[in-house]
């Protein structure tokens, strides 16, 4: 049930912005740092493309099952377990010495991950009416968009400066900060425990708009994917990027990187209006046009004017993606008290897609990248996006109407 004080709701949506902060802050401070990684091991960009995904493979089979826990145990325990483990990561990764020691820390991660994305976003759902849903869900984009836009630039500035501790210390403050907050004033509405049935039990309509929103975030979150894995090691070796300034070329990986995601950020109360006009889908269409645009732009760049130009179209892609699909998947359960026990199965099978694609097409690309280029890949990658555009215009084309009375009906 929608909370019926404005002052709470606002404090715990505040609070999971900040959650999700602490999180995207943690993985991402990493990405810079990959390429350094590379070229010092000798690895190839399979190997870069492996401690990234260790991520997603394990929080990928563990997103339903968190989701489902939460809707049965409650969601603070399952957002305050998950943080915690993104603190004991983050305290981990300086130590760690060998390529097997980063895909450990990274897994654990990724457990962290499993257990509190669905949880935080099916709290989300649940305290919110549909109308309050874009507004809430803008709010959180923008705390994740910060994480991921502070995380490269700190972890590349700090690691330039200070060596590899400073950076992933900030970490550890950052998550159990949150912990706090959640433990001490997240309050939640009380979860039924009682079902009538077994499985998902979605309505045709609910069921259309979840695979919508998930075949579109799988190969949305593809491009951050592909920017977090292989960008730094690209960049290192292929671009030529400034010398002879303060700044070192990790630095700089950093820095563009965080533009991509504080694009993300900014843009997403814009995104939230321009949402109720166009609905769901139709802004989750723009989104994949954007993306592949940026990764035009990175197919042919060969200066630093040109990398921050993609990285404003790619960051532009992303935020729409992310705000459209996980607008859409929250409402895909319905508003009533029995669909509010599907809340956090729902994001669960949200999140699995996510992280699937979040680790698999990484994985791929990698692969690719080893035989023909990471040049050609990021062009093939857009060509796969204008198809994906194509489809699902044409396939689930509903407007912003259209979309809430189906799925409230």
Known sequence: MPLN?????????????????????????????????????????????????????????????????????????LVAAGLLLYALASFLFPFSSSTYDWIFVRALQGAGAGLFFPAVTAL????????????????????????????????????????????????????????????????????????????????????????????????????????????????????????????????????????????????????????????????SIAGLFLCACGLIVLYFATSLPELFIMSGFLGAGLGAISLGTLTLASKAAGEGEREQEMKGKVMGIYYTVFYAGLGGIPLVCGAISDIFGARLLFLAYAVLLFVLMVVVWRVGLFSAGEVKARIET
């Open 124 to 283: 989300l759902s649940e305290v919110t009416s549909y109308e309050e849903r874009g507004h809430a869900l803008s709010v959180y984009n923008i705390g994740l968009g910060a994480g991921l836009a502070l995380g490269p630039v700190s972890g590349g500035i700090l690691f330039d400066i200070y060596g590899i501790f400073v950076p992933f210390f900030l970490c550890v403050a950052f998550a159990l900060l949150s912990v706090i907050l959640v433990l001490l004033f997240v309050q939640e509405p009380k979860v039924r425990l009682k079902r009538e049935g077994k499985g998902l039990s979605l309505s045709e309509r609910g069921s259309k708009a979840l695979t919508l929103s998930c075949v579109v975030i799988f190969f949305g979150i593809g491009v951050a994917a592909i920017m977090g894995a292989l960008f730094s090691p690209f960049a290192t070796e292929d671009l030529e990027l400034p010398t002879g300034i303060a700044i070192h070329a990790t630095g700089i990986i950093g820095i563009i990187l965080s533009a991509m995601f504080a694009v993300f950020a900014i843009l997403q109360t814009g995104f939230n209006r321009l949402m109720r006009r166009i609905g769901e889908i139709i802004l």
């Open 5 to 77: 004080s404005n002052q709470t709701l606002t404090k715990v949506v505040i609070i999971a912005a900040i959650c999700v902060f602490s999180t995207q802050f943690g993985v991402t401070v990493i990405a810079p740092l990959l390429g350094w990684w590379k070229e010092s091991l000798g690895a190839s960009f399979l190997v870069t493309t492996l401690i990234f995904s260790a991520f997603t493979i394990v929080s990928t089979p563990l997103s339903i099952p968190g989701g489902i826990i939460s809707d049965k145990l409650g969601r603070k325990p």
